[in-house]
């Protein structure tokens, strides 16, 4: 069985908020370093693309930590799936014929529009949509130097 209910504000959006509720606050969550995770090699040619596309952004919004990896390597391959899937139905349309000479919907629509909605959700943990950046807090600290981070 999984959590139930909403997920839990950060302690540090609390703090912010002036803690409303008056609950106990977690004085011992967890603080990743903020730095860029490694680019898993696993991660096809798009993909990777999307990761340098990516990581520079969330660096300079100062949301991404070294244990951000695996959701942004998630957000990465299906964003890399949703474009080669787009592709093949671009070329192949929306219906294909059935060996009975039906018509069907393509099996690659479902494909892409699964992507998108992992997209859009891991997008919105990351701050990357209109609507979730209103309620991401950025980390408070010295500038990160992407540049520098570009170069390494």
């Not at 509720?21 to 993909?47: F, I, M, T, Y």
Request: hydrophobic residues 35%; charged residues 25%; positive net charge.
């Amino acid at each position: 069985m999984g959590l139930r209910g909403p997920a839990p504000k950060p302690t540090a959006m609390r703090i912010a908020e002036g803690n409303p509720s008056r609950r106990p606050l977690n004085s011992r969550e967890p603080q990743p370093n903020r730095v860029a995770p490694k680019c898993p090699s696993h991660l096809d040619k798009e993909a990777k693309r999307e990761w340098r596309r990516l990581v520079p952004i969330l660096l300079r919004m100062r949301v991404l930590t070294e244990a951000d990896g695996y959701a942004l390597a998630n957000l990465c391959q299906a964003f890399s799936t949703m474009v080669r899937a787009q592709k093949k139905l671009n070329e192949s349309g929306l219906l294909i014929r059935t060996p009975n000479g039906f018509a069907q919907q393509s099996p690659l629509l479902s494909v892409v529009n699964t992507c998108m909605q992992t997209i859009t959700q891991l997008s919105r943990e990351f701050g990357l949509t209109p609507a979730s950046r209103t309620r991401i807090q950025a980390a408070e600290d010295e500038k990160f130097n992407v540049v520098e981070w570009m170069t390494q």
